[in-house]
Nanobody, 121 residues
Framework: QVQLVESGGGVVQAGGSLRLSCAASGRTFSDYAMGWFRQAPGKEREFVAAISLSGVTRIYADSVKGRFTISRDNARNTGYLQMNSLGPEDTAVYYC??????????????WGQGTQVTASS
C-alpha cells in the first residue's frame, strides 16, 4: 500500500503562485509514475500533469502548459507541482496520484485526499 498526502494549497490572487507537495509513504515511490489531477465544483476530474518514474518524461494538459511544472524527488519520496500565473479557472481540489504514466485517471492506483487551491480575481 501507498499513502499520499498533499500540501501547499491555499488562496492566492490571480497571477500568483503556489507549490503543491505530495509526500508518499509505504511502497517505493520510484516504482510509479506520478500524476496530478484536479476537480472543480460541478465538473469532472481533469488531468493536469504527469511525470515518469525517472522524472525524464513529463506531460501537461494544454490549459496549464507553460504555467505549471511537475517534478519529483525519488530520494525524498516526494512529488511537486509548481503553479504560476494562477487564474480563477485553476480553482479546484488538486489530487496527487501514483500509477502508470498516463493522462487518464483510471491508470492510477493510489490517490491522496486532495488539497484546495483557490485563485481569486
Amino acid at each position: 500500500q501507498v499513502q499520499l498526502v498533499e500540501s501547499g494549497g491555499g488562496v492566492v490572487q490571480a497571477g500568483g503562485s503556489l507549490r503543491l507537495s505530495c509526500a508518499a509513504s509505504g511502497r517505493t515511490f520510484s516504482d510509479y509514475a506520478m500524476g496530478w489531477f484536479r476537480q472543480a465544483p460541478g465538473k469532472e476530474r481533469e488531468f493536469v500533469a504527469a511525470i515518469s518514474l525517472s522524472g525524464v518524461t513529463r506531460i501537461y494538459a494544454d490549459s496549464v502548459k507553460g504555467r505549471f511544472t511537475i517534478s519529483r524527488d525519488n530520494a525524498r519520496n516526494t512529488g511537486y507541482l509548481q503553479m504560476n500565473s494562477l487564474g480563477p479557472e485553476d480553482t479546484a481540489v488538486y489530487y496527487c496520484t501514483l500509477g502508470q504514466f498516463s493522462s487518464t485517471w483510471s491508470r492510477y492506483k493510489y490517490w491522496g485526499q486532495g488539497t484546495q487551491v483557490t485563485a481569486s480575481s
